[in-house]
Nanobody
Framework: QMLPVESGGGSVQAGGSLRLSCTASDGFFRNRCVGWFRQAPGKEREGVAVLRVDDSRQIYADSAKGRFAISRDNAAFNVSLEIDDLKPDDTAVYYC?????????????????????WGQGTTVTVSP
């Protein structure tokens, strides 16, 4: 079964930036929504941003607006989450996930219940 693979996490000081990558091969992301989610220590998992791959339409959680940007490469092999001005509250395990293939134009949603194919996560730690 094809699953997305995350990379790019690490330990940074507040105010820095990171670019997280989510990759898949053989056109797996086509006709799907791809999302980034995070789970902070002691917290429930929350949606961060979602990309409709067909036309690169974006959805952001209120908490992610402004400092987060989701995008893809031209071949749709990689979906990135860029985080600027990192804050300690951004510390979390970040997960990439994809929906099942859509029959026609995808209707994307930031609710994790819509996503079926999950990566193992990449850890972001932000120090004060």
């Amino acid at each position: 079964q094809m699953l997305p693979v995350e990379s790019g996490g690490g330990s940074v000081q507040a105010g820095g930036s990171l670019r997280l990558s989510c990759t898949a091969s053989d056109g797996f992301f086509r006709n799907r929504c791809v999302g980034w989610f995070r789970q902070a220590p002691g917290k429930e998992r929350e949606g961060v941003a979602v990309l409709r791959v067909d036309d690169s339409r974006q959805i952001y959680a209120d908490s992610a607006k402004g400092r987060f940007a989701i995008s893809r490469d031209n071949a749709a092999f990689n979906v990135s989450l860029e985080i600027d001005d990192l804050k300690p509250d951004d510390t979390a395990v970040y997960y990439c996930a994809a929906t099942k293939a859509c029959q026609g134009l995808c209707f994307c949603d930031i609710n994790s219940a819509y996503f079926s194919f999950w990566g193992q996560g990449t850890t972001v730690t932000v120090s004060p």
